[in-house]
T-cell receptor
Framework: KAGVTQTPRYLIKTRGQQVTLSCSPI?????VSWYQQTPGQGLQFLFE???????NKGNFPGRFSGRQFSNSRSEMNVSTLELGDSALYLC?????????????FGEGSRLTVL | SQQGEEDPQALSIQEGENATMNCSYK?????LQWYRQNSGRGLVHLIL?????REKHSGRLRVTLDTSKKSSSLLITASRAADTASYFC????????????FGKGTRLSVIA
């Protein structure tokens, strides 16, 4: 079974630009979560999607948005990039059994904002 | 603020020694999970312990949970150089359908 796939793995943008990151969950997983990881703040929850609906949202500005498609693939978008948006963005999917709560992570997309 | 806080922030040991990491949390939980992250990579789930469990084993891993103290510990026995990674605890809150909340992690270095 293929794991969670994130693209691109690395990207460099300049301030003011926007970026779109993609995540393909494990087959059969309908929930996708996004996290931002920085050395200073650690892992911070961005949002979670389930069956194309945003189920939870973290405390991030409106510049951060996401969506989920009918095939469970998800994208997140960051507009008007700031230097502080440089981070590793991690996507995770979870299996249909809600009792586990286990997350399966992708390798991440490392964003550098210059 | 973080729900889970790991202690110590960094730990350096010799190969073959045991490594113990601790996690404290603030509010009632449904379960607590431990994850490992190799440098710059994604996180890998290690073990999950439910609020009604006190101890759990998986290979060289032993996890304990003390809900009265709101704390958990992860013990890695007979550590190997390949265990070098960051270890995170994460909690699923009792309050309902909430996302997994991670601590800032313990950086473990195992020296061969």
């Amino acid at each position: 079974k293929a794991g969670v796939t994130q693209t691109p793995r690395y990207l460099i943008k300049t301030r003011g630009q926007q970026v779109t990151l993609s995540c393909s969950p494990i087959s059969g997983h309908r929930s996708v979560s996004w996290y931002q990881q920085t050395p200073g703040q650690g892992l911070q929850f961005l949002f979670e999607y389930f069956s194309e609906t945003q189920r939870n949202k973290g405390n991030f500005p409106g510049r951060f948005s996401g969506r989920q498609f009918s095939n469970s693939r998800s994208e997140m978008n960051v507009s008007t990039l700031e230097l502080g948006d440089s981070a590793l963005y991690l996507c995770a999917s979870s299996p249909p059994d809600p009792n586990t709560g286990e997350l399966f992570f992708g390798e991440g997309s490392r964003l550098t904002v210059l | 603020s973080q729900q889970g806080e790991e202690d110590p922030q960094a730990l350096s040991i010799q190969e073959g020694e045991n490594a113990t990491m601790n996690c404290s949390y603030k509010t009632s939980i449904n379960n607590l999970q431990w994850y490992r992250q190799n440098s710059g990579r994604g996180l890998v789930h290690l073990i999950l312990i439910r609020s009604n469990e006190r101890e759990k084993h998986s290979g060289r891993l032993r996890v304990t949970l003390d809900t009265s103290k709101k704390s958990s510990s992860l013990l890695i026995t007979a550590s190997r150089a390949a265990d070098t990674a960051s270890y995170f605890c994460a909690t699923v809150l009792l309050s309902g359908n909430t996302p997994l909340v991670f601590g800032k992690g313990t950086r473990l270095s195992v020296i061969a």
